[in-house]
């Protein structure tokens, strides 16, 4: 394996206007010593089962499933504009993400798809908006981001966050973006107010990337978390890469400073607080990118983790008490196994061993894997990209958004990955490794051992495209999930789910009274027969993207539900019993179960 990229020591690397060096200076892929003789050996070794698992039969590996491009077809026009130039600002590359949101409350699922904006060396010829696309529920989408007044014009976007931060039933938006952000309240008639200024929430000055509604002070109200990235301006955008035609490449992050994360208080009033300092949180600027929030040790108080970039990742504990201790390194999740700081991007967490804990998920560059970290429950994580048996497949790849999620409902969840690269020109750097790139699906055969059925997936997933976010949603209410993937300077992709219903189901959507309406924090254990599921209402996840809000529990063969908990972050607990499946649950704090519509999408 042959190393391609040299470096130049940091000092001269940083120096502006430095581009006629001779030394090469792709800087990007910067991470070499990540590749250790021990993963080239595994890596080898993985080729060759990744081959002879391809050869297997739909049917050996259970997937008769195939995920199909309907956006086309369901009227969704959306392409985005990536604003590349020849200077290589890196805000080109980073963007962007999507999110489900039904903003109607009609009990359909409703997406937003974030764009960029004219730069110093970008004029497009119309002008650029984010769009918001209603679901007609006859697997048609109508455009009314007019209507709506959620455009966000003028913002070069990375991001989008959902969350119903007044608790009047009607989601809010979020658009996350390079320089400032954009708070949309929904005021509940189809048409939302431009609320920024008055909620204290423009986050002026950072590059915002991903963002969380949580609840960190379990007063019933959803904060806000935001993952920023770097204080790269045009004024001081460098020159990377090699020298000579096509050969300029984005700098990596390392030319830059990372900035903290910003965490805004609700006051409950429209308004919000800073208190990045005082909670602890501004005392670790990093590269951010991902972000995910849940309770990784349980203790009824929500957690952050957001994956920095050629940074340590940040796990930051609360206190119960208003702040954050940072514990990275304490709970193994800062770096690799083998100590190095790798390019962290998509997240998620999940429960993958039926412990009742939630593991970990980040997605990297190519030439670093994918890290699955273990909860062992007793506020520590264990490295387990290899016993997952994930590593081998995902070392040519570069993992923005990802899921955790249970694609074909046997009641094991799996994982997707939407991948490409950053460098739109790394195939003259490194030779096999695409800019373009397929998606990935790996199945759990039972105990978070993974297979690559991604072959198996049918040509929508198999096509190659340069993906950022990814937000999984059942948008046709036929119990298997489907993914939306927005793809950076092209069109967005919605795969609908065909064939996941062939396992029994269930869904559950939270209604919180006492707690936040959304139920964020709200931890869940669903039994049924043989088997129990856990899982949290999280906030953040993926990449840049807002994930459908509902609850999902494949059963496999199962069709009965013998309980459902959830434990809300008030402390209050509602146990149900004795349901049939195939169902989606309206779950009321205090209440139970509730009547709520979610009309099946006909099939089209
Ligand atoms: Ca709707
Ligand atoms: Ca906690
Ligand atoms: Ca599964
Ligand atoms: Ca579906």
Same mark, same amino acid.
């Given at each position: 394996?042959?190393?391609?990229?040299?470096?130049?020591?940091?000092?001269?690397?940083?120096?502006?206007?430095n581009?006629v060096?001779?030394?090469?200076?792709?800087?990007?892929?910067?991470?070499?010593?990540?590749?250790?003789?021990?993963?080239?050996?595994?890596?080898?070794?993985?080729?060759?089962?990744?081959?002879?698992?391809?050869?297997?039969?739909?049917?050996?590996?259970g997937?008769?499933?195939?995920?199909?491009?309907?956006?086309?077809?369901?009227?969704?026009?959306?392409?985005?504009?990536?604003?590349?130039?020849?200077?290589?600002?890196?805000?080109?590359?980073?963007?962007?993400?999507?999110?489900?949101?039904?903003?109607?409350?009609?009990?359909?699922?409703?997406?937003?798809?974030?764009?960029?904006?004219?730069?110093?060396?970008?004029?497009?010829?119309?002008?650029? $908006?984010?769009?918001l696309?209603? /679901? *007609? =529920? +006859?697997?048609? #989408? %109508?455009?009314? !981001?007019?209507? @709506?007044? &959620?455009?966000?014009?003028?913002?070069?976007?990375?991001?989008v966050?959902?969350?119903?931060?007044?608790?009047?039933?009607?989601?809010d938006?979020?658009?996350?973006?390079?320089g $400032?952000c954009?708070?949309?309240? /929904? *005021? =509940? +008639?189809?048409? #939302? %107010?431009?609320? !920024?200024?008055? @909620?204290? &929430?423009?986050?002026?000055?950072?590059?915002?990337?991903?963002?969380?509604?949580?609840?960190?002070?379990?007063?019933?109200?959803?904060?806000?978390?935001?993952?920023?990235?770097?204080?790269?301006?045009p004024?001081? /955008?460098?020159?990377?890469?090699?020298?000579?035609?096509?050969?300029?490449?984005?700098?990596?992050?390392?030319?830059?400073?990372?900035?903290?994360?910003?965490?805004?208080?609700?006051?409950?009033?429209?308004?919000?607080?800073?208190?990045?300092?005082?909670?602890?949180?501004?005392?670790?600027p990093?590269?951010?990118?991902?972000?995910?929030?849940?309770?990784?040790?349980?203790?009824?108080?929500?957690?952050?983790?957001?994956?920095?970039?050629?940074?340590?990742?940040?796990?930051?504990?609360?206190?119960?008490?208003?702040?954050?201790?940072?514990?990275?390194?304490?709970?193994?999740?800062?770096?690799?196994?083998?100590?190095?700081?790798?390019?962290?991007?998509?997240?998620?967490?999940?429960?993958?061993?039926?412990?009742?804990?939630?593991?970990?998920?980040?997605?990297?560059?190519?030439?670093?894997?994918?890290?699955?970290?273990?909860?062992?429950?007793?506020?520590?994580?264990?490295?387990?990209?290899?016993?997952?048996?994930?590593?081998?497949?995902?070392?040519?790849?570069?993992?923005?958004?990802?899921?955790?999620?249970?694609?074909?409902?046997?009641?094991?969840?799996?994982?997707?990955?939407?991948?490409?690269?950053?460098?739109?020109?790394?195939?003259l750097?490194?030779?096999?490794?695409?800019?373009?790139?397929?998606?990935?699906?790996?199945?759990?055969?039972?105990?978070?051992a993974?297979?690559?059925?991604?072959?198996?997936?049918?040509?929508?997933?198999?096509?190659?495209?340069?993906?950022?976010?990814?937000?999984?949603?059942?948008?046709d209410?036929?119990?298997d999930l489907?993914?939306?993937?927005?793809?950076?300077?092209?069109?967005?992709?919605?795969?609908?789910?065909?064939?996941?219903?062939?396992?029994?189901?269930?869904?559950?959507?939270?209604?919180?009274?006492?707690?936040?309406?959304?139920?964020?924090?709200?931890r869940?254990?669903?039994?049924?027969?043989?088997?129990?599921?856990?899982?949290?209402?999280?906030?953040?996840?993926?990449?840049?993207?807002?994930?459908?809000?509902?609850?999902?529990?494949?059963?496999?063969?199962?069709?009965?539900?013998?309980?459902?908990?959830?434990?809300?972050?008030?402390?209050?607990?509602?146990?149900?019993?004795?349901?049939?499946?195939?169902?989606?649950?309206?779950?009321?704090?205090?209440?139970?179960?509730?009547?709520?519509?979610?009309?099946?999408?006909?099939?089209?």
């Amino acid at each position: 394996m042959t190393v391609v990229a040299q470096f130049g020591n940091p000092e001269t690397r940083r120096r502006p206007g430095n581009g006629v060096l001779s030394c090469s200076k792709l800087v990007w892929m910067k991470a070499r010593s990540a590749i250790t003789r021990r993963s080239v050996l595994r890596y080898a070794a993985g080729a060759a089962l990744s081959a002879s698992l391809s050869r297997l039969p739909a049917a050996a590996s259970g997937s008769a499933i195939q995920f199909v491009d309907v956006a086309r077809n369901a009227g969704i026009t959306f392409s985005h504009a990536n604003a590349m130039s020849s200077e290589k600002y890196l805000i080109e590359t980073m963007g962007s993400g999507c999110g489900w949101i039904d903003y109607d409350q009609n009990g359909l699922f409703d997406l937003y798809l974030v764009n960029s904006a004219a730069t110093q060396r970008f004029k497009p010829r119309q002008a650029l $908006r984010s769009a918001l696309y209603r /679901n *007609n =529920g +006859d697997g048609t #989408f %109508t455009d009314v !981001t007019e209507k @709506a007044g &959620v455009g966000a014009e003028g913002l070069f976007g990375m991001g989008v966050a959902v969350g119903d931060y007044d608790n009047d039933g009607y989601p809010d938006l979020f658009v996350l973006g390079y320089g $400032r952000c954009i708070l949309y309240h /929904n *005021n =509940g +008639d189809g048409t #939302f %107010t431009d609320v !920024t200024a008055r @909620a204290g &929430v423009a986050n002026l000055g950072m590059w915002a990337s991903s963002a969380a509604w949580f609840d960190y002070d379990n007063d019933g109200r959803l904060d806000l978390v935001v993952a920023n990235y770097l204080d790269w301006t045009p004024e001081t /955008n460098q020159y990377c890469g090699n020298q000579g035609p096509g050969m300029r490449s984005y700098c990596h992050p390392d030319n830059y400073h990372g900035q903290a994360p910003t965490l805004y208080r609700n006051n409950g009033d429209g308004t919000f607080t800073d208190v990045s300092k005082t909670s602890g949180l501004a005392a670790k600027p990093a590269n951010g990118l991902g972000i995910v929030t849940f309770d990784y040790d349980d203790d009824g108080w929500q957690d952050i983790f957001i994956s920095n970039d050629a940074q340590p990742n940040s796990l930051f504990r609360n206190n119960r008490d208003g702040t954050f201790r940072e514990v990275g390194y304490e709970a193994g999740v800062a770096v690799s196994e083998d100590g190095n700081s790798e390019s962290g991007m998509g997240v998620d967490a999940a429960d993958m061993s039926g412990s009742g804990h939630l593991d970990l998920l980040v997605g990297h560059l190519d030439l670093q894997l994918a890290r699955f970290y273990r909860n062992q429950g007793d506020g520590s994580f264990l490295d387990a990209t290899s016993s997952s048996k994930l590593s081998y497949e995902t070392f040519h790849f570069s993992e923005f958004g990802l899921r955790f999620l249970d694609y074909d409902n046997d009641g094991k969840r799996d994982i997707f990955m939407a991948n490409g690269h950053v460098l739109d020109n790394i195939d003259l750097y490194h030779k096999g490794i695409l800019y373009a790139e397929p998606k990935l699906m790996f199945r759990n055969t039972g105990n978070a051992a993974f297979v690559n059925v991604s072959d198996l997936l049918g040509p929508d997933f198999q096509a190659r495209h340069v993906s950022r976010g990814v937000a999984v949603g059942d948008f046709d209410n036929d119990g298997d999930l489907d993914i939306l993937v927005s793809n950076n300077g092209e069109a967005v992709q919605l795969l609908r789910n065909d064939g996941g219903n062939a396992n029994h189901w269930l869904q559950i959507l939270l209604i919180g009274t006492r707690s936040n309406r959304d139920g964020v924090g709200a931890r869940l254990k669903v039994v049924a027969g043989d088997l129990t599921l856990y899982d949290q209402r999280k906030g953040g996840m993926s990449y840049q993207s807002a994930q459908d809000p509902r609850l999902h529990f494949g059963l496999g063969g199962r069709t009965r539900v013998d309980l459902i908990e959830v434990r809300w972050p008030s402390g209050a607990l509602t146990r149900l019993t004795g349901m049939v499946c195939d169902q989606i649950l309206a779950i009321q704090e205090g209440a139970g179960i509730v009547k709520y519509s979610f009309p099946r999408v006909p099939y089209r």
